[in-house]
């Protein structure tokens, strides 16, 4: 997360489709849409209810009616079947209040099982309420070793362990089982530091910091990335580091295991690069199987589909780039060139001029506008494959809102307007149409489908503007 950044040499691109300005927007991919289409869309045989008129979507009625007559032979509804349905409600309505604190809120996230969720504040706080249980303070955790912020936060599958990250050199674990409520680090509890660095005059001085902390799909270990442009491996059984590699040439602003084997890394940098580290092949000159060109800034967050093949990258080129790692570049040698006047996205508006182009080299697969990353290192996510498939993919912005784009077409699906500040972070429940969204106004608010009422925040015209960032 670097303080200044420059411009790559750029140019424009043409091609047939959507536009944005000068930038072809949604996905031009037959494969993707054809499996997006494949998970989300109906038996075909439960649109017979209404012969000649089998147009996507089918209403639930029709729907309903077709399992009702075993249409489509199953007696039940399919994973495709269901998502159909649930994927045309949106959770856009409310926002109703969960919490709201004096501090930035920075982090957003649900348990894999939805019975948790996380949010990290910018004043040392973690708190995880229980979904399940009228979203009850279940801990409440001071952070350790804090500088700045709570950088990233990872729950581990089985729900027993928090992961929390700060500008330093240590990662830090909860036991998020323990009866104890009130969780202060090494006073009422104890919050085991891991050591990602032996540099102590790292540690003292801050200079060394993690910006993102996973745990793999077995628990065993956590990926990280620093500001030391390095991604790290920690085995959490022998409790040191099993893994360094010198990735980028800036910092590491996003990592994330690309699935379940934990094989494959994703990482995303400042030096406006993807790259896709493959264990299984992995040699001394610690070469990237590929490198995935066309984000024209940094990038902010780094998000798996799952499947080891597709993934999307936010940059601060006011971009999510949907990727295909089959596409990807072997062995690129390349460097960030200075084009303008040095640029900061902390507290500077993205130019203008160059909002449009395109780089000549770009090998994603989609591109998706209209949202703003600026100020800090906004998140971007799939939605849940168990209710929609996957058809969405969401952001937080610095201009307070959220926004919902359609994966294949590109079009923005909804807006999600209540914040006063810069959205950071959110995260869609993996079974029920609801999201949550944290806030630099210290708010965390939920949003359903339907609106079930609760304590409803009323619409806020002021926006706050702050003047220092990270």
């Known amino acids: 997360m670097s303080r200044s950044r420059r411009y790559n040499d750029i140019s424009v691109g043409k091609e047939a489709g959507g536009y944005h300005g000068n930038v072809v927007l949604g996905c031009g991919d037959a494969e993707i849409a054809q499996l997006t289409k494949i998970t989300s869309s109906p038996s075909e045989r ?64 649900f348990s894999a099982d939805g019975s948790l969720f996380v949010a990290g504040f910018q004043g040392s706080h973690i708190r995880i309420y229980n979904v399940d249980n009228g979203w009850k303070v279940q801990k409440d955790i001071r952070a350790r070793s804090l500088r700045w912020t709570i950088s990233d936060t990872s729950l581990s599958p089985d729900c027993r362990l928090l992961a929390y990250s700060s500008i330093s050199p240590v990662v830090h674990i909860v036991d998020v089982g323990s009866a104890t409520k009130e969780s202060h680090a090494n006073i009422t509890e104890i919050h085991e530091g891991l050591e990602f660095s032996s540099n102590t005059d790292d540690y003292e001085d801050y200079s060394f910091g993690i910006f993102s902390v996973k745990f793999s799909t077995d628990g065993q270990e956590l990926v990280a990335g620093s500001s030391d442009e390095s991604i790290y491996v920690y085995d959490l059984e022998s409790k040191r580091v099993s893994l360094r590699i010198k990735a980028h040439k800036s910092d590491v602003n996003a990592v994330c295991f690309a699935d379940e084997t ?12 993807c790259k896709v580290w493959d264990r299984r092949c992995f ?22 589909r799952g499947d080891g093949r597709y993934f999307i990258s936010n940059g601060k080129d006011q971009a999510i780039k949907l990727w295909d790692i089959r596409k990807m570049s072997s062995n690129v040698e390349y460097s960030p060139v200075r084009r303008y006047a040095e640029w900061d996205y902390r507290w500077m508006s993205y130019p203008g001029k160059v909002r449009d182009m395109r780089h000549p080299d770009d090998i994603s697969v989609a591109t998706y506008k209209g949202h703003t990353v600026l100020r800090t290192l906004i998140r971007c996510h799939f939605s849940p494959g168990n209710s929609t498939a996957q058809k969405y993919i969401y952001t937080g912005s610095a201009d307070s809102c959220v926004y919902i784009y359609d994966l294949v077409s590109g079009h923005q699906v909804a807006k999600l307007d209540y914040h006063e500040d810069t959205v950071r972070d959110c995260h869609w429940h993996p079974f029920f149409p609801m999201m949550v ?30 003047q220092t960032f990270y």
């Open 46 to 109: 439960l649109s017979w209810v209404a012969p000649g008129k089998g147009r996507l979507p089918v209403s639930p009625v029709k729907m309903l009616a077709g399992r009702e007559c075993n249409y489509s032979g199953r007696g039940r509804f399919s994973l495709a079947d269901s998502c159909h349905i649930l994927s045309r409600y949106l959770p856009v309505n409310g926002p109703s209040e969960i919490d709201k604190m004096n501090s930035c809120a920075y982090i957003s996230q």
């Open 262 to 273: 934990g094989h494959i890394i994703y990482s995303g940098s400042d030096d406006h690069l």
């Open 283 to 304: 040699d001394t000159r610690e070469k990237p199987a590929g490198v995935l060109i066309g984000h024209l800034e940094g990038i902010t967050f780094i998000d798996t």
């Open 437 to 466: 969204t944290s806030s630099w106004d210290g708010a965390i608010a939920k949003w359903e489908f339907p609106d079930t009422g609760g304590s409803r925040m009323p619409v806020k015209k002021t926006r706050r503007r702050r």
